[in-house]
């Protein structure tokens, strides 16, 4: 063994693990919870807590975080805390609610989130709320981060950061739809950092019982549609036409065990592919792009993606040509074949 030249103690995980259990404990959280704050799976955060130590590097820190057990003043960790913070600020505004609002997710919920690394611009709150609304992509009806304009659901400026809530139908708010997919909750920083949770559209509709599939499209169109935004908003924040800006995407689904893989939204897509239920209730994914040519190779960019997901159902083989028909009736949507959100 080498010789300790920095007084540096070895390791202690046994001691770790059982730290971050006592402080999950305090804090409330289950191990659900504490999973989902730290952005990884469930059967991962029950073989940390088992004290395994088959797992990454990353993934361990991104558990240890949550608790307040890393120090350390990376980009990746600033992310972290501001999805740790956003998830927890979402957590509060739904605790109010009935236990089956639709608000609640009650079937599971996905999110994604991202944040773009350059030399960016950093606006005040007030400037920043204009660009957000120059970035919105619309290629379907109901587009990530819109900003809608009734004050009931309107953004708002929350400890330096911009926010809105999609709330349920209630006393003091009229919605149009009031189901799972249209309860967003988004956050926006101004240094370029994003935060979307929603639940599916497949739990609203009436054809087939909440919790039972998963479209094959949607995840393509939902993830499209982010990174799209993510390219805009890098091409409005950057200081010059030449800058380089990465984008970090990490996209988030749970509630899937026991859901099956189903082409419901669009039954003429070439995006057809079907296995069997989900045997895993969650799945992280998580790659970075060039933010400058994001649509011009946005195939390239989601078959990792999906090719993770779709395993979750036994799918494999998953070919560029497919994902790439489905990204052309993305790009190529126009809007009226949804309706467009009420403002």
Known sequence: MPENTGNIAPL???RYV?????????EGLTQKDHSALAGVSHPTMAAFERGETTLTLAKALDILRVVGLVDEPAEGDTQARFVRDAFERWRNLIAPLPQDSPARFPNGWYRFDYWLEGDLKMPELTAFERILE????RKTGWPPF????REAIQPREVDGLIECWLAPQGEEVERGFNDPAHCDFWRAAPSGRMFLIRGYQEDGAETFPAGTILDTTLPLWRMGEVLLHAEKLASLLCKDADTAVTVHFRAMFTGLRGRVLRSWANPLSDLLVEGHAARS??????????ANDIE??????????LTSLYERFGVAGLSLNRVEAEVQRLLNSPISKERRPRR
């Open 12 to 14: 202690a995980w046994q």
């Open 281 to 290: 209730d969650e799945a992280v994914l998580e790659a970075k792009f060039s």
């Open 134 to 137: 120059k970035a919105v992509v």
């Open 146 to 149: 819109w900003l809608p304009t």
């Open 18 to 26: 059982e730290e971050t259990l006592r402080r999950r404990k305090a």
């Open 296 to 305: 011009s190779r946005l195939a390239e960019c989601m078959l990792p993606l």
